[in-house]
Nanobody, 121 residues
Framework: QVQLVESGGGLVQPGGSLRLSCAASGSIISGSIISFNFMGWYRQAPGKERELVASISGGSTNYADSVKGRFTISRDNAKNTMYLQMNSLKPEDTAVYYC???????????WGQGTQVTVSS
């Protein structure tokens, strides 16, 4: 099993920036997250469904329309860590952010515990 731990959330003013991290550990094939089939950042605001914000799969990145041009997903395979750089933050970006990984031939899932991001003046 793979464990994921997010960090980097907090309170920021509108227009500000935050960088979230998602550190992977445990039974990682080849010892590196480069072996993962999929890694992504999701968020869930109060009263709303969890939504995919950004993902990396097969070397390609994808973003929700609401964050394109403001958020950047990346990963450091040597550190087994995925990042989400969030710029020009808006109040509507307020949510709990979760990272997810899918790995192995059976596409097993792992989720992190979430980190709160609050954008407010």
């Amino acid at each position: 099993q793979v464990q994921l731990v997010e960090s980097g959330g907090g309170l920021v003013q509108p227009g500000g920036s935050l960088r979230l991290s998602c550190a992977a550990s445990g039974s990682i094939i080849s010892g590196s997250i480069i072996s993962f089939n999929f890694m992504g950042w999701y968020r869930q605001a109060p009263g709303k469904e969890r939504e995919l914000v950004a993902s990396i799969s097969g070397g390609s990145t994808n973003y929700a329309d609401s964050v394109k041009g403001r958020f950047t997903i990346s990963r450091d395979n040597a550190k087994n860590t995925m990042y989400l750089q969030m710029n020009s933050l808006k109040p509507e970006d307020t949510a709990v952010y979760y990272c997810k990984a899918q790995y192995g031939s059976s596409w097993s899932d792992s989720w992190g515990q979430g980190t709160q991001v609050t954008v407010s003046s």
